[in-house]
């Protein structure tokens, strides 16, 4: 199974990105999904998240200009990122827990994390 995560990049402050992050493998069932972001010197942070019924949760710094949704059918969480900030600047990483099976056709529950993506925002 495997968290494949995408869309970083640089943008200037006021701008708009979208992060996808697609799950792959033998997966019976994803559960919650969500973004995390680490900047330079700072600990890693709840960014946004999603149940699989579409409940959603935002850290109060992007309230109202990020939004996270997902793709059941296609296993993938989105981030669009709206109205960017210079301190909106991080590692972006998506994470999710799910139901796989394993080599014995077993379900097994396991959280994962995608590798991360660098956003950049410029003053």
């Known amino acids: 199974v495997q968290l494949q995560a995408c869309g970083g990049g640089w943008v200037q402050a006021g701008g708009s990105l979208r992060l996808s992050c697609v799950v792959s493998g033998r997966i019976s069932r994803i559960n919650n999904m969500g973004w995390f972001r680490q900047a330079r010197g700072q600990e890693r942070e709840l960014v946004a998240a999603?149940?699989?019924?579409?409940?959603?949760n935002y850290a109060d710094s992007v309230k109202g200009r990020f939004t996270v949704s997902r793709d059941n059918a296609k296993n993938t969480v989105y981030l669009q990122m709206n109205s960017l900030k210079p301190e909106d600047t991080a590692v972006y990483s998506c994470n999710a827990d799910f139901l796989y099976y394993d080599d014995s056709e077993q379900r097994v529950a396991l959280r994962s994390w995608g590798q991360g993506t660098l956003v950049t925002v410029s003053s």
């Open positions: 999603i149940t699989s019924g579409g409940n959603t």
